[in-house]
């Protein structure tokens, strides 16, 4: 099972937009609305920000969103802040019951 | 408060086994499924196993990676996890993680034990 597809780096100034991609398959990402997505700061214990493709946990602000359309999921962060510098992972449920996470994606804010 | 404490880390030659640990605190540790991830230094995360609980028949479940190297289980009346690895080799270096596995998807992490697999 490969690594779900993401973009190296994304970056934007303060308040503006970033979306990260997450490109799989029809086996994981398309096959299965399990998809979720972690904030990772350097040296620190990964975040859930986004569960079930688009559900956001309680106490993540309303800036994090995601979607799916096909086999490519995204997480569109708003009104960027300083604090949302960290990397990024999807990850998905893929078929023979096992996860797969995405090669990570590190967010600048400028 | 949830909690996840990893222990059992530290320094192993290739071709030696290491039995990591993980304790669960402020919830119900057995009504939950468990799963190991790591992140060698550098570089990104991989899922590598994952045990449902007592209620789903403790299922287990491996990356290709590790899968009849590694061996994960539970002992829910003490609330811990365990990933027995075996026959370590150098690409193992890593940090390793303890989740809490909700349904189909991670919603608590542990701070992680590094691995180090060298002679």
């Known amino acids: 099972q490969s690594a779900l597809t993401q973009p190296p780096s994304a970056s934007g100034s303060p308040g503006q937009s970033v979306t990260i991609s997450c490109t799989g398959t029809s086996s994981d990402v398309g096959g299965y609305n399990y998809v979720s997505w972690y904030q990772h700061h350097p040296g620190k214990a990964p975040k859930l920000m986004i569960y079930?493709?688009?559900e956001r946990p309680s106490g993540v602000p309303h800036r994090f969103s995601g979607s799916k359309s096909g086999n490519t999921a995204s997480l569109t962060v708003s009104g960027l802040q300083a604090e949302d510098e960290a990397d990024y992972y999807c990850?998905?449920?893929?078929?023979?019951?096992?996860?797969?996470f995405g090669t990570g994606t590190k967010v600048t804010v400028l | 408060e949830v909690q996840l404490a990893e222990s059992g880390g530290g320094l192993v030659q290739p071709g030696r086994s290491l039995r990591l640990s993980c304790l669960g605190s402020?919830?119900?540790?057995?009504?939950?499924?468990v799963s190991w991830v790591r992140q060698v230094p550098g570089k990104g995360l991989e899922w590598i196993s994952f045990?449902?609980?007592?209620?789903?028949?403790?299922?287990?479940s491996y990356a290709a990676s590790v899968k009849g190297r590694f061996t994960i289980s539970r002992d829910d009346s003490n609330g811990v996890a365990y990933l027995q690895m075996n026959s370590l080799k150098t690409e193992d270096t890593a940090v390793y993680y303890c989740?809490?596995?909700?349904?189909?998807?991670?919603?608590?992490w542990g701070q992680g034990t590094l691995v180090t697999v060298s002679s």
């Open positions: 402020g919830f119900r540790f057995g009504d939950y499924a």
């Open positions: 079930e493709v688009s």
């Open positions: 045990i449902t609980s007592k209620a789903y028949a403790e299922t287990t």
């Open positions: 990850c998905s449920y893929a078929v023979g019951n096992i996860y797969v």
């Open positions: 989740t809490r596995l909700g349904p189909n998807y991670t919603d608590y």
